[in-house]
């Protein structure tokens, strides 16, 4: 009898990944399209207040993006770890999180609704970036309004309160 085979992987892949947040670090996937995003809310629901590393390294999401980010939100002790990057959806919950550290090689992107999907959300987004960043409303409001790329590094995300440090 053979114990492991091709489809038990993804079995023993999702087994790792709850014990890792049970252990206290979320790994967010590059794209948490789709139902992702309602799963990792559904983790983080589940680790209770503990301490939890998130570990991000995301360049896409969807609209389930902001179930997540209410959830990191609410956690009450919560550190963001940005890789690579943390753009679009990535930046939504790096900003969630109570305290956030970036590499010196971390890039940021933000974009406005008309980019993607003409209209919406940019109040909304620029509301909740006015909320957790030092920037204010008008400013996040006005990078969303033309609906271009703003994509930046991690000296500017620190300055902007994106982050709290860069790693060393």
């Known amino acids: 009898m053979e114990l ?6 993804p079995y023993i892949q ?11 670090h979320l790994w967010v996937p590059d794209d948490i399209s ?3 995003a309602d799963v990792l809310a559904a983790v983080v629901r589940s680790t209770g207040p503990s301490p939890l590393a998130v570990h991000i390294s995301t360049t896409n999401g969807g ?22 990057y943390a753009k679009s ?12 550290v970036c590499q010196s090689y971390s ?13 919406g959300d940019d109040d909304a987004k620029a509301q909740w970036l006015a909320k957790h960043t030092a920037a204010g409303f008008t400013y996040w409001r006005d990078l969303a309004t033309p609906g271009e ?4 590094g991690a ?14």
């Open 4 to 9: 492991l085979t091709a489809a038990s992987l």
């Open 14 to 24: 999702a087994q790792a990944f709850l014990s890792e947040a049970k252990a206290g």
């Open 34 to 36: 789709g139902p992702r």
């Open 63 to 84: 609209p389930q993006t902001w179930t997540l980010a209410q959830e990191l939100d609410a956690h009450p002790d919560t550190t963001a770890h940005v890789g690579h």
């Open 89 to 100: 959806a990535g930046l939504i919950l790096v900003v969630s999180c109570r305290h956030r």
């Open 107 to 119: 890039r940021f992107l933000y974009h406005g609704s008309p980019y993607k999907r003409g209209g």
């Open 149 to 152: 790329d703003f994509e930046f």
């Open 155 to 168: 000296e500017e995300a620190l300055e902007l309160g994106v982050v709290h440090e860069i790693a060393t």
